[in-house]
């Protein structure tokens, strides 16, 4: 069962994303929050870029399936600046990420999760919804920024060097915790 099979009146939308929630709750309520993140509450984002210039926008449903799973899908953007790495300006990215979790309460239980989804481990009652989305933007986070071609100073130079290298994000750690399933 998904979303979509749900009648749309049975879905409360609730403006705001607060930041302590009791997901399961949510789900058995099947409620959508909408609303902005102050940047203040996504320290590590912060840190792991020049600043975040824009709204932290986010959705995110929650849904208690017949299975009794509790799920929760949603989509997060920020607008961030990031260093290039040819000129060592700021370059700006557009981050956005869209997924599907399964609520669980240990690292035991991560094996009930759906192919299609990735565990939230949630081992109190309380959770924090700001530190989730932030993994979220963690994980679409690109590893290194470049200004477009043809619009960065540093286009010379990189020429000279040769091509761009791929280089690990220091937040793949965090994609191998997701997919430890
Ligand atoms: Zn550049």
Known sequence: MTLSCRPVSDLA???????????????????RLEGAVDRSC?????????CITGPVNAKVSFENQQ?????VDGTVGANVEMQ??????????DLQSSFSLQ??????HVDRVAESREPWIVEERMASLHHMLEDELLLVLPAVSYHPSGKCTGDAFMQQQGGDGVIDSPFDILKSIKKRV
Do not use: F, T, W
């Open 103 to 108: 609520v669980v309460s240990c690292d035991e």
């Open 42 to 50: 996504l320290p590590r984002l912060a840190a792991a870029v020049v």
């Open 67 to 71: 299975s009794r799973a509790k799920l």
């Open 84 to 93: 290039c790495q040819r000129c060592l300006d700021s370059v700006a990215i």
């Open 13 to 31: 939308i609730i403006m705001g994303l607060p930041n302590h929630i009791d997901p399961r709750k949510l789900a058995m309520q099947i409620i």
